[in-house]
């Protein structure tokens, strides 16, 4: 029968091309934020994270940008593969004061690589 | 790589039984949290401890779940007497002091019948 639950956003993307996921946070005091990937019998896994007081980072493949004046975060992956195929999640750190406090996860972005 | 470890993967209980999933945390992360993941609710946070101490534990109901660490290698989840509304996967993650990313174990899947 038809699962009732949380109803992800989805993402589909062709492999090769670039993917942006977009997250909104809740909190303006907000002073961490970290994006993290989770595929199917996994715990999430850390991709990349960004302190308020940037509005950008890359990593490998990975650009998180951060737009304190609407709490909007968002996460870009260049050249998206097969692999990149998971549920992503964003999380910010209600706690403040620059200490590992409550991280809080959104909801989550299934994002679908087509080969 | 270091990484958490949670025991067991997998755990099928009847109603009413008492239930208790393990996390030993990366060695040298003094902070540990315990999640829990539902499709109705996605992840929730339910408790965590600095050095060992309950930090917050407010996401908890109270009543039936219990969170500890006896040492600083291991935490455990408790669920007394367990019930179906359990049912999810609980993850535990641990990391160190200051804004730096968790570490997620692979999770403890809670069925209860």
């Known amino acids: 029968g038809e699962s009732v639950g949380l109803h992800l956003p989805t993402l589909s993307v062709q492999e090769g091309d670039n993917s942006i996921i977009n997250c909104a946070y809740s909190n303006s005091a907000s002073d961490y934020f970290i994006w993290y990937k989770q595929e199917s019998g996994k715990g999430p896994q850390f991709i990349i994270d960004?302190?308020?007081?940037?509005d950008k980072r890359q990593g490998q493949r990975v650009t998180v940008l951060l737009n304190k004046t609407v709490k909007h975060l968002s996460l870009q992956i260049a050249a998206t593969q097969p692999g990149d195929s998971a549920v992503y999640f964003c999380a910010e750190n209600m706690g403040g004061s620059g200490n590992t406090g409550k991280l809080i996860f959104g909801q989550g972005t299934t994002l679908q690589v087509k080969p | 790589d270091a990484r958490v470890t949670q025991t067991p993967r997998h755990k099928v209980t009847e109603m009413g039984q008492e239930v208790t999933m393990r996390c030993q945390p990366i060695?040298?992360?003094?902070?540990v949290f315990w999640y829990r993941q539902t499709m109705m609710q996605g992840l929730e946070l339910l408790a965590y401890?600095?050095?060992?101490?309950?930090?917050?534990d407010s996401g908890m109901p109270k009543d039936r779940f219990s969170a500890e660490m006896p040492d600083a290698t291991l935490a455990t989840l408790k669920i007394q007497p367990s019930e179906p509304r359990d049912s999810a996967v609980y993850f535990c993650a641990s990391g160190p002091v200051g804004n730096s990313p968790l570490h997620f174990g692979n999770g403890t899947r809670l069925t209860v019948t």
């Open positions: 060695l040298g992360h003094n902070t």
């Open positions: 960004i302190r308020s007081n940037m």
């Open positions: 401890f600095r050095n060992r101490a309950p930090l917050d």
